[in-house]
Nanobody
Framework: QVQLVESGGGLVQPGGSLRLSCAAS????????IGWFRQAPGKEREGVSC????????SYADSVKGRFTISRDNAKNTVNLQMNSLKPEDTAVYYC???????????????????WGKGTLVTVSS
């Protein structure tokens, strides 16, 4: 059974940092892309970042470019999202997702992920 479990969410002040982690297990086939999404209250889900597993290439939404960094830890089988210079508008539930397709083959906003975690809440507030 495929499982993606997010951790690391919490409350942080504007300008602060948080590091989210996604632990993946149960894959019978290697996924080809893994990404982070977020959904703020009353808003549609937004693709934040995507990473290809074959070469580690990454892409980001314009709203987080230069502030967020996606990375992987192969030893721990986790994918992380380092979030710096956080803003109140970054407040959302953050989800980890994986796809059998590569990031470039997914739809706009990395649509088309095959597996999803349950999410972790990030609140940016003073």
């Amino acid at each position: 059974q495929v499982q993606l479990v997010e951790s690391g969410g919490g409350l942080v002040q504007p300008g602060g940092s948080l590091r989210l982690s996604c632990a993946a297990s149960g894959f019978t086939l290697d996924y080809n892309a893994i990404g982070w999404f977020r959904q703020a209250p009353g808003k549609e889900r937004e693709g934040v970042s995507c990473m290809d597993s074959n070469d580690g290439s990454t892409s980001y939404a314009d709203s987080v470019k230069g502030r967020f960094t996606i990375s992987r830890d192969n030893a721990k089988n986790t994918v992380n999202l380092q979030m710096n210079s956080l803003k109140p508008e970054d407040t959302a539930v953050y989800y980890c997702a994986a796809a059998l397709s590569y990031c470039s083959a997914l739809g706009g906003g990395y649509a088309g992920m095959d597996y999803w975690g349950k999410g972790t809440l990030v609140t940016v507030s003073s």
